[in-house]
């Protein structure tokens, strides 16, 4: 079973910047991408961001893309998510995730593996 722990959450004044770290553990030879989720207060879970440990393609949902990238370390086994022009919209848990499977990139079923989230919270 691949094990993801997530790091880097914290309170943040609107403008500034994080950086979220996510690490796999256990059989993650199969994983083919490595990636992340939010949910804010009372909303849904949400795709943010996914890269492919093949190709290291990435891609973005319409409300980050510009403000955030995410990198990958295959050799730490480690996804990274860096936030900047950070607003209050973007307070929300971040999930870090994972999926050996395929389908959308945006669709939450096919990743099988999620971490535990990490808390962001952007003032005004």
């Known amino acids: 079973q691949v094990q993801l722990v997530e790091s880097g959450g914290g309170l943040v004044q609107g403008g500034g910047s994080l950086r979220l770290s996510c690490e796999a553990s256990?059989?993650?030879?199969?994983?083919?991408?490595m990636g992340w989720f939010r949910q804010a207060p009372g909303e849904e879970r949400d795709f943010v961001a996914v890269?492919?440990?093949?190709?290291?393609?990435?891609w973005y949902s319409d409300s980050v893309r510009g403000r955030f990238t995410v990198s990958s370390d295959n050799a730490k086994n480690t996804v990274y998510l860096q936030m900047n022009t950070l607003n209050p919209e973007d307070t929300a848990v971040y999930y870090c995730?994972?999926?050996?499977?395929?389908?959308?990139?945006?669709?939450?079923?096919?990743?099988?593996?999620w971490g535990q989230g990490t808390r962001v919270t952007v003032s005004s």
């Open positions: 995730v994972a999926r050996t499977g395929y389908g959308l990139w945006s669709d939450l079923k096919t990743y099988a593996y």
């Open positions: 256990g059989p993650t030879s199969d994983v083919n991408a």
């Open positions: 890269i492919s440990r093949r190709n290291f393609i990435t």
